[in-house]
Every structure is written in C-alpha cells, then in structure tokens.
C-alpha cells in the first residue's frame, strides 16, 4: 500500500526491461459455506475475490501481477451440468492476477476447460488459510526466500485470518462489496444505472452480515448510487464499490501489520 505511487513512478524512468522484484505474498479471504461463482463472458469464467498483504516489507504487487497458489492451498472447481448435478474438482489451469494491487485477485479459467469437464456453471471453493505466492521469474532481482515464505505462509496468514479475514463488520462489509462486484460485472449485458442499484441491493440483502456492517454497506451503496446518476462519472456502481471495499481491506491491513510490529 504504501509503496504502490512510488512503483509506478520508478517504473516510468526505467526501461521496460527493468526487472520488479517480487512483490506481496497475499492472503486470500476463504469463500466459507457457499463457493463464488465464476461468470463467463468471452470464452473466460472469472470472478474477483478479496485478498490482503502478508508481508509489510515488500512492494504491493501492480495490477496484474500473476500469482500462484503456495504449497498446501488447494482450489476446488464446483461444476453444475446441465442437469444440475454438481461435483467437485480440482482448479487446475487457473490464472491469478492481481485486480486491485493487494487488496483483491482475479481468478479467470477458460469456459472450454469447463465445457470439457461437462460444467454448464461454476464456482470455485477457497479452503481457510489460503495463500498466494507471486509467480517466480528468472530475472527477478530480489526473489522470496524460503524464510520468507515459511513466515508468510504460516503464523502470518494464521493471525491474518483473526484480524483481516474475521475483522469484525469492515471484513464483512468487505465480502459483501465483492459479492455485488462480482454480480454486477458477472452481468451478460450493460446495465442500466437504477439497474445497477437494484442489483447491488439485491445482492447485500441476500449476504449475511452482522447490522453493523449492513448498515455500512447499505451507506455505502446509496452514495455509490448518488455517484452514478451524475452524468459526469463514467466508472460504474461497481467501480465505486470496489474502491470502498479497498479501503475496508486496507485499514484492516494497517492494523495487522501495526499488530505484527507491536508483537503480537
């Protein structure tokens, strides 16, 4: 978070040859009782999923950074023929990149590895304790140690999971932000704007959350709502949303890391 200006500008003065080192190791927000389903548009089946910073030290990744799930993390596809019956399997074939640097992933599959898996829907499962490792490259300069990654990966993603994950109404207000997000961008065709409104509503009525964090959300959704009618704003309810939700995650990143640094 704090470094993710100074990236861009650094970046811009150097060839584009120069080599970034490896970036944020990341947490990815468990997707708990029901899978998120992947909507598919284009020949791809993708879908956002919240996420947070494991590792202070390091640059946030830059959209689209590719990512890697660590040792131990398994991604499960749940497949619905069109018949309805579902099974499950494992994600492979999956691409990660970062959406929104680190407070959010994408997570894309090609809709002919669903078709040939017999699939007319599907959802992907995150396990408790999910982690992703930014993809290796052979020209990084400063690559993840092994120490690194066994801190990363294993006490701080345990006390990441109390304090971010099950961070009390901002995780749920977060969760329940990419859950619209992910409607609202998962639709076939371009909604209108009251359409937009409706949809979102619908979504945060339907997610579970305490009456805190509803109320936030539901703040939140009639001021992105306010937003989108003026003619000038072109990004969308989504757009908006997804900027709150970011900032949900990161002040519940700040307070983890502060956590960390008092040692907690």
Not at 207 to 222: C, D, F, H, L, P
Request: aromatic content about 6%.
């Amino acid at each position: 978070m704090r470094r993710i200006v100074w990236i861009a500008s650094f970046l811009f003065l150097f060839p584009t040859g120069f080599a970034q080192a490896a970036p944020q190791i990341l947490g990815l927000f468990a997707t708990g009782p029901a899978p998120t389903q992947l909507h598919c548009k284009d020949g791809v089946c993708s879908a956002q999923f919240s996420a947070f910073c494991l590792q202070q030290h390091r640059d946030a990744p830059l959209s689209g950074q590719a990512y890697v799930p660590a040792e131990g993390t398994k991604l499960h596809f749940v497949i619905t023929d069109r018949d309805g019956y579902q099974r499950m399997a494992p994600a492979d074939g999956v691409t990660i990149r970062s959406a929104s640097h680190y407070a959010s992933v994408s997570i894309s599959v090609a809709e002919d590895d669903i078709r040939a898996l017999g699939g007319e829907t599907v959802a992907l499962v995150v396990p408790s304790r999910a982690t992703l490792l930014p993809a290796s490259l052979a020209t990084d300069p400063n690559p993840q140690t092994e120490a690194e990654i066994a801190l990363a990966v294993g006490q701080h993603r345990q006390i990441g999971e109390g304090m971010v994950e099950q961070g009390g109404k901002l995780s749920e207000a977060a969760q329940a932000a990419m859950a619209m997000i992910n409607r609202l961008r998962g639709s076939s065709d371009p909604l209108p704007k009251a359409a937009q409104t409706t949809v979102a509503k619908s979504v945060l009525n339907q997610t579970k959350i305490s009456s805190s964090a509803q109320g936030i959300m539901e703040n939140r959704v009639q001021l992105c709502d306010n937003l989108n009618q003026s003619a000038w704003y072109k990004g969308g309810l989504s757009t908006c949303l997804q900027s709150y939700h970011d900032s949900f995650v990161s002040t519940l990143n700040t307070e983890f890391w502060e956590a960390l640094g008092a040692g907690i």
